[in-house]
């Protein structure tokens, strides 16, 4: 969690550097920070999906071209369109479940979201203690829908409630305990979606890497699974995301999950994805993973 405080050891705090004095320094920004999750969201979308029928991952949608000339769609109802990232200049045609996550298209996962429904969506992120609305009220999530349903909205989780989304997706579905020392939780882990479900999207995930938003990790020495998410806020440059797993399909069944947030960071796949490579190094090189 950056910027750190100041010590007497080390001197100003990192923060003396970049002009930030609100007093903020100490806040765990991983347990306690809550941000927009932009598209690293689309995973819990689609799991909600699999989860009301495996036959949605060829659920198809389009997404064209608007009228002024941006990528995205116009859904019946809806004042404004859905909007692609701006660096998205050409339609994605016909999507399915595979290629909205891998290029991650707003279109698709609006249009995915409007069909699996409020109280599926609204189920499927509890299951990971993530809230999509306040008061977890499935009305208010029927008005939002088509704009949680990629991770904006009122949707607003922590870093580490992410990186379990991960963790779960590489453990086949299942949800562990977090625990801060050595002390093993007392929690056991349970199960927050289906094997198959979970497999899936993992191999989804890695094809995001190999294939999609997520490519500037392809060369990695460690086969990383992944999603990115660049996350609109209100003031400022968005928010840049990159959660996943790796190694992707661990022999030993030893991996780690993380989530890469960098606050107004921009692009997910420029900014936030490269960091995840120094994370997976470490862990390798500390034994954690092969």
Known sequence: SYPFPADEAHGPAAHDDVGEQDGDELMDRARYGVYPPGSTFKLVTALAALKRGPENVKASFKCQRLPDGRVGVQLPGMSRPIRDDVEDRVPHGVVDMRKGLVHSCNAYFAQLGRQVGARALLDTALAFDIHTVPDDDVRSLQRDLPYAAYGQGHV???????????????????????????????????????????????????????????????????????????????????????????????????????????????????????????????????????
């Not at 977090?178 to 002390?183: E, P």
């Not at 030893?254 to 862990?283: R, S």
């Open 156 to 290: 607003l989780v922590t870093p580490m409630k992410m990186a379990r989304v991960a963790a779960a997706i590489a453990a086949g579905g299942r949800l562990s305990a977090v625990h801060w020392d050595d002390v093993r939780p007392v929690e056991p882990a349970r199960a927050a979606v289906d094997a198959a479900s979970a497999r899936t999207i993992g191999e989804f995930m890695r094809e995001v890497v190999t294939d999609g938003t997520g490519r500037s990790l392809r060369g990695a020495p460690i086969a990383v699974a992944g999603k990115t998410g660049t996350a609109e806020v209100a003031a400022g440059a968005s928010h840049s995301w990159f959660v996943g797993f790796a190694p992707y399909r661990a022999e030993n069944g030893h991996a780690i999950a993380f989530a890469v947030l960098i606050e107004n960071g921009g692009y997910g796949g420029v900014a936030a994805a490269p960091v995840a490579t120094g994370i997976v190094a470490a862990a390798h090189t500390l034994g954690m993973i092969k």
